[in-house]
């Protein structure tokens, strides 16, 4: 439909209904035009398209990528648009239709007549809304390029199609050939361009369906007149576009008869025809300024006057607003003998649309009548439309009094008016929007009234500002500084500072509202009414800090810079700093933003002021937080409400910095500061006040003592955010050109002793900037740098946290500095292949990290840690320093509480405690978990301690250094695995070993009463392997290496041997980092429920298998095999054609001269080598089956059979 | 070719968006920086801790202008940065390129929407194809989802996670075992540390309303803490209509981000201001006022509305055919938004009954 963007206002009135039922037919009438289309495009389009420089068979694909094709440098710009216009998908279209401006730049005048012109009017009829939109959206910027790079030639009408399309033939051809981009013409020549060539456009634009694309090409028009010279703007606006309309639909007015016989269709055309008057008076009212008095006299009155009769409520209605265009245009004579009796014929219509337009232009009519008839005028208006039938016309005259009455010079305010406008504050409970019509134009009326007029009006403001009602107090509010210009200092402090202050204690948008321009009405007040409002600022600013609207605190930082500009000393120690330092100390960080300027701002003009006495009153402490003044107990609370516990920093407590302190020794009042600080708590309360005393009589300062010492209590008192606020400060000083001495004495000492070594890295981030910005800048000039600040930059370039390294042109890496543990590592690391091993050293019982060549078998992969270099590369820079040594130290004392007060070397990542707390928890958790472990324990104690067997293992395996190696019982945890039967060919990625778990776990928990003897043997099988004793350090580490340093790309690992090489490196490089940890028992068992856990058991059994091979026979593990094996039946029948890999046979052989089954080595080899989810499975297994053996129901996770899946799941 | 994320950033509070190509590589870049973390990142206060925020752009901008701009300020992020909002895009661009700026300033944790199925159906990827014309962008940022870590502890007091905790999980060290390089699953650990939400009502855990997850209770709470001693636990996952809630006898928080959530449910949002000494701070705030927002208009633009883009590659004329003229070919259709009429943005009101669930 077309909605032409006209909204009326909602009125109950019979009148309305009515109204709308027209309107709706009208719609509803022009809604079958769709396809209006007032020149025969189709023709030249289709001739000038023969034409095109392009092939015909060239065609955009439906995904053809719109910024390649724009940015493609063998297109020229005319192919491109081309295409884009041929193609048949919208957004192709659409794209061109927005990028016109762009490209159009890109062509010469004459390509762009001839190829884009018959674009453009193509996509103004466009089926699709989007690209007409976009269309209408850069219709300006399209159409300007045309005008104002050829001139309109009126030779070639546009009605003439024929000749249209000759003359592009006529100046297409040469520059065709030549295929220049450059404008061939001379500058003077610009290229013809057909009249009325765009009308087309336009018109089917405005008439659109779509109301934005009507609403953006009535703006279009506008700006293209706007920018086009005055004769063009005539002929093609004006004449064009504006004449074209007309004439479309109001054929009958150039002396066609209206004898139309067909009733329905003559329906049709008026209301086709009301439209185009509406949108002729629609354009003629957006262009009147342009069109002059001279064409509003001659051309727009004669038209309005043509369309006022007999004409649809909204057109009518245009063209009051018409007139209210053409009264500011018009001269004064022509306003009154022609567009008066207008408005008087309006003033009188029967539809209210046209009287409430009448009020809204009754401003602009009284500005062009005489001074003699413009009061009676005006009285008469209000004389007939204050008792209008229609509410809305009652309102809308009331609405525009404010306006009416300001149009009047001063003292000549008619008096009616002016009763009028009291009036509607009387009632501000009954009558709220009149209230606040009231409210809001009464810094008008006040300053059109005068000073003089404030007694009659001032009941009144009390009235409304009495009222609770926020949209009343609020417009006042927001014009209390308008009324105190008006009224002066005098009145202002007796009558609106008590108002200043009732709106601070107001609602939020009451209190927004005064707050946006509070300098302004304080530098009206006189200065002692000024110094006492400014107290209840600062009372506002608490209120403020309890809300919810940050945004109002922000307000106020905002304007404290100007602030300083009308404050006197007093007031800046005991107000305005105060609110500056609350500033900076805020919740919000922009608030805090707004804080550190204002400190700026006071640095500024502190030559200003000049010494300040300190205000005797001991109460006011320079640390900003009670306000001075106020009375004892309001003191109090405001003390504990702005130290609420809300608040994140709060600021300080009674062993605080006093500015006394400061105060006596100005030229050291930093270090003092520091020193106080330093001292903090040893200096007793007493002293303080004695000192405060002595010194509250003579004391005297400045703003930039204040300013130093309250950066320095920043610094030195606050939370990591005042230390960061504190450093702005500093920058935000300097970068104002802060004196160099001044830096250096106050504030560099700062930055080096405290803030440059403080323990959060943002603080010391915000000091390499500032430290760079003064090194790296000017600010030195021609001075040599101060070498401290170079020995500041130097210390936070080697800074352990990388970012403060970047900010200070730091390196990007910090050579790793050398811990002692990984000595033999490094020592040992030669070949490009090396392995490393977790080992415990015989002597001291610590863990060592051992390297060896792998072996050259590629196809094994040992259970070996990587060398420190990887570890290193990770673990290196993204953390803290503290951290590194954090753990290093805690991680080695651990490692010894575990070493031997818990045999355990198992660890687990668990670095987060602090030692002390370790073995005791460590205790409990063993208690509460109620299971074995401890028994575990020893086995992996009793392993770990025994080199010699290790020793033995590794010479046994070829040069693979088992960290330790377990001899239990003589247990052979191979068999043990051996004993699982798996089948590899089964479905076992299916089987669900944690479910089994469960169940055996059940098992042995209800059956196993001797649990702590059996489980001795039985742990240690099932653990696996030797290796996997050995790891009683290393196994279950291993298992968390993953999460630790996961840096494998864990898809890839369903290549069993890429996978392996893989984890055995993040395996490693979670051992190196983590080994230092304290056992703990639980990881052990909870861990076998997940998947990497599971293949970490895998690889080490793989190694393991090899400590197995030379670890002595054992009668036992068949004993463990049996019961474990039917827990795995379809393990049983083994699938050993699976298995490949020479470990695997190795193991294999290996076992089978064991006395276990043959099902051993095929599982055996499963696990080693093939489908990797299935050696997990099978290691799962045995590790479920140890986790089922020793623990507790309070550590066996109860876990769900689709838990047990996605464990299988995850390991693909 | 140089990116220069300084710019990206700068770019994205500017409420321009990136260039695909300029996309891309940072997605690329970020996955390999993401991919050495691991699954239980460990980082030190003072931090400032986001919930979820759901594409409300606007919102996001107001918690950097509350909490202070990196690297002031340390932030975690909890997950669940895209869908719902009309901004997905710009949330996750701008985070990312934080993320990746500023590695030990910002960590990201994985939310129950960071994952191909979830964002396929709640907007990101409705939004990725509107705002780009393509489904590349959605495929890069969902890939590196892929990669973000699952939780993370602070100053090990406090365990941090999207959803909350798992019956198949006791210590976090089992987390850090999880395989997590992968979509989210429909079930297993990794789906509950993303999924589960506490239930004050109860002591153990229980099937989850979501369908996904659990619920779980104080006893479930205590004794995750008591056996890895923590403090406390903190997560996201939940809309709370204060913008925060404690449960637990102090033990639990939900900390929610995104104010009047689906720019109708009202609610106020807050952001977790944890101090050096573990104190806990809820910064509490409301919506963007409406003058900080976009017209419907601007809310629909491309990122061709405002020109083709440049890129932000410094150094941009040497392509060496990683970028804009590599030409990979056609890769799926370009499409821009329906209408500049406001109303189907990446909600559509018809369906979207606030669920939730999600």
Known sequence: ?1212 | MVLDLDACIESLFQRQLLAESVIKEICEKTKELLMSESNVVHIKAPVTVVGDIHGQFYDLLEIFKIGGYCPDTNYLFLGDYVDRGLYSVETISILTCLKLRYPDRVQLVRGNHESRAVTSTYGFYTECMKKYGTSDVWHYFTDLFDYLTLSVVIDNMIFCVHGGLSPSIHTIDQIKVIDRFKEIPHEGPMADLVWSDPDPGREEFAVSPRGAGYTFGSMVVEKFLHENRMDHILRAHQLCMEGFQVLFDDQLSTVWSAPNYCYRCGNLASILEIGVEGERHFNVFEAAPENERPTPAEAQRTLFSNGVPMGLFNNGGASNGAGVGGGSGPNGAMTFAGGASGSNGGIDPAQDTIHYFL
């Open chain 1, 1 to 1212: 439909m077309a909605d032409l963007g006209l909204y009326f206002a909602e009125e109950e009135e019979e009148q309305l209904a009515q109204e709308d039922k027209a309107l709706s037919l009208l719609v509803m009438s022009t809604d079958q035009d769709d396809t209006f289309d007032p020149v025969d495009t189709e023709d030249l389009l289709a001739q000038m398209s023969s034409g095109s420089i392009i092939s015909h068979g060239m065609e955009l694909d439906e995904d053809t990528d719109m910024a390649q094709l724009f940015a493609e440098p063998n297109l020229t710009a005319v192919e491109k648009a081309q295409l884009m216009a041929r193609s048949e998908y919208e957004y192709h279209r659409s794209f061109l239709a927005r990028e016109l401006p762009a490209l159009l730049v890109q062509m010469n005048t004459r390509q762009a007549i001839v190829q884009v012109i018959p674009i453009i009017r193509n996509f103004s009829l466009d089926p699709m809304d989007t690209v007409r939109e976009s269309l209408a959206s850069q219709l300006d910027k399209t159409v300007l390029y045309f005008y104002q790079n050829s001139i309109i030639d009126h030779t070639i009408n546009e009605a003439s199609l024929t000749d249209y399309s000759l003359y592009t033939e006529n100046i297409q051809d040469d520059d065709i050939e030549s295929g220049t981009l450059q404008n061939d013409q001379g500058p003077g020549s610009p290229l013809p361009l057909p009249h009325d060539i765009f009308t087309p456009v336009f018109l089917n634009l405005l008439l659109d369906q779509n109301a934005d694309i009507a609403h953006q090409t009535r703006l279009a028009i506008v700006s293209v007149a706007e920018n086009i010279p005055d004769n063009v703007m005539e002929s093609e606006i004006l004449h064009g576009i504006i004449t074209g309309l007309e004439r479309l639909y109001n054929p009958n007015i150039y002396g066609e008869l209206d004898s139309d016989p067909f009733a329905s269709h003559r329906d049709d055309q008026d209301g086709e025809a009301e439209l185009g008057k509406m949108l002729v008076v629609v354009l003629l009212t957006s262009l009147a300024t342009l069109l002059g008095p001279e064409r509003c006299t001659t051309v727009v009155i004669p038209t309005l006057e043509r369309f006022m009769g007999n004409s649809q409520f909204y057109v009518r209605k245009e063209i009051v607003m018409a007139l209210g265009a053409l009264f500011k245009v018009v001269d004064q004579a022509v306003a009154v003998e022609r567009l008066v009796p207008l408005y008087d014929a309006f003033v009188q219509d029967d539809t209210w649309h046209i009287r409430r337009a009448c009020c809204t232009i009754l401003a602009s009519l009284l500005t062009v009548l005489p001074v003699d008839v413009k009061a009676s005028k005006a009285e008469e208006i209000y004389d007939i439309f204050s008792i209008d039938v229609s509410r809305s016309v009652r309102s809308s005259i009331m609405e525009v009094l404010g306006e009416v009455i300001a149009g009047f010079e001063h003292e000549q305010v008619p008096e009616s008016l002016l009763n009028h406008f009291l009036a509607m504050g009387q009632h501000p409970l009954n009558d709220h929007e009149r209230a606040v019509m009231c409210a809001f134009s009464f810094p008008a009326v006040i300053l059109t009234a005068g000073r003089s007029k404030w007694d009659v009006m001032k009941p009144v403001y009390m009235k409304l500002a009495g009222t609770f009602r926020t949209p009343i107090r609020r417009s006042l509010a927001c014009s209390l500084h308008e009324v105190a210009k008006v009224l002066g200092p005098e009145l202002a402090d007796q009558d609106l500072a008590v108002a200043f202050a009732d709106c601070l204690k107001a609602e939020d948008d009451v209190r927004e509202g005064v707050l946006a321009h509070f300098i302004e009405f304080l530098a009206c007040l006189s200065p002692e009414c000024r110094s006492e409002s400014l107290q209840h600022l600062y009372r506002a600013w608490i209120d403020l800090e309890r809300s919810s609207q940050w945004r109002t605190r922000d307000t106020l930082a905002g304007q404290l810079p100007g602030l300083c500009e009308i404050v006197e000393g007093k007031d800046v120690l005991q107000v305005v700093m105060p609110l500056c330092v609350k500033a900076c100390t805020d919740s919000v960080a922009v608030v805090r933003e707004s804080g550190v300027r204002s400190f700026t701002a006071f640095w500024e003009i502190s030559d200003r002021f000049g010494p300040i006495p300190i205000p005797k009153d001991t109460d006011c402490k320079s640390d900003g937080l009670d306000f001075p003044t106020l009375d004892e107990e309001e003191a109090e609370e405001h003390r504990r409400r702005s130290q609420s516990p809300e608040l994140l920093f709060q600021r300080r407590d009674e062993n605080d910095v006093e500015m006394e302190d400061v105060t006596q020794d100005f030229d050291k009042i930093s270090r003092a500061a520091v020193e106080v600080a330093a001292e903090q708590g040893s200096e007793s309360k007493e002293e303080q006040e004695q000192m405060d005393k002595e010194t509250s009589e003579r004391a005297m300062t400045t703003v930039k003592e204040q300013i130093i010492y309250q950066t320095t209590d920043f610094a030195v008192n606050g939370g990591f955010r005042s230390r960061v606020v504190a450093v702005q400060i500093i920058q935000s000083l300097v970068e104002q050109g802060l004196p160099i001495p001044e830096f250096e004495e106050h504030f560099l000492p700062l930055l080096m002793e405290r803030l440059g070594v403080d323990s959060v890295a943002n603080v010391r981030i915000s000091v390499a900037k500032v430290v760079s910005w003064v090194v790296d800048g000017s600010y030195y000039g021609d001075q040599a740098v101060s070498p401290r600040i170079q020995e500041l930059q130097a210390a936070l370039q080697q800074d352990p946290d990388r970012d403060v390294r970047a900010y200070s042109g730091g390196p990007a890496e910090l050579p790793k500095p050398k811990k002692s543990k990984k000595k033999n590592a490094t020592k040992q690391k030669k070949a490009t292949r090396t392995v490393t091993v977790f080992h415990q050293n015989p002597k001291n019982g610590e863990m060592e990290v051992m390297q060896r060549e792998e072996n050259e078998d590629g196809t094994e992969v040992q259970v070996l840690f990587e060398g420190e270099d990887l570890l290193s590369d990770e673990n290196d820079d993204d953390e803290d320093e503290d951290d590194d040594s954090d753990e290093d130290d805690s991680s080695d004392d651990e490692f010894k509480v575990g070493s031997y007060s818990q045999p355990l070397a198992l660890v687990g990542s668990r670095s987060r405690k602090s030692i002390d707390s370790w073995g005791d928890d460590l205790d409990d958790e063993m208690e509460a978990a109620g299971n074995d472990m401890s028994h575990t324990n020893s086995n992996g104690l009793d392993s770990l301690s025994s080199p010699d067997n290790s020793d033995e293992d590794t010479d046994a395996v070829d040069g693979v250094v088992p960290s330790a190696v377990p001899h239990v019982n003589g247990a052979r945890p191979l068999d043990i695995e051996a004993g699982e039967p798996l089948d590899a060919s089964s479905d076992s990625d299916e089987s669900e070993p944690e479910l089994e778990m469960d169940s055996q776990e059940d098992d042995i928990d209800s059956s196993d009463s001797t649990a702590s003897t059996s489980s001795d043997a039985v742990l240690v099988p099932l653990s696996t392997t030797p290796i996997a004793n050995s790891t009683a350090t290393s196994t279950t580490p291993l298992s968390y290496a993953d999460s630790v340093k996961n840096s494998d790309d864990t898809r890839t690992r369903a290549a069993a041997a890429a996978a392996l090489a893989s984890n055995v490196s993040s395996l490693t490089s979670f051992c190196q980092a983590n080994i230092p940890e304290p056992p703990c028992p639980s990881t052990i068992k909870e861990s076998v429920v997940d998947d990497h856990t599971l293949y970490s058991f895998k690889s080490s059994s793989k190694s393991g298998v090899k400590l197995q091979l030379s670890a002595a026979s054992s009668n036992k593990e068949p004993n463990f095999a049996v019961p474990l094996s039917p827990l795995f039946p379809s393990l049983s029948s083994s699938n050993s054609s699976t298995s490949s890999s020479s470990s695997a046979s190795n193991y294999s052989t290996s076992s089978a001269s064991s006395s276990t089954s043959s099902s051993a080595a095929a599982a055996a080899a499963a696990a080693a080598s093939l489908p990797f989810s299935y050696a997990s499975v099978v290691v799962s297994g045995a590790a479920a089956a140890a986790a089922a053996a020793t623990s507790s129901r309070a550590f066996s996770p109860p876990i769900s059979p689709p838990m047990a899946e996605t464990a299988v799941a995850l390991t693909f």
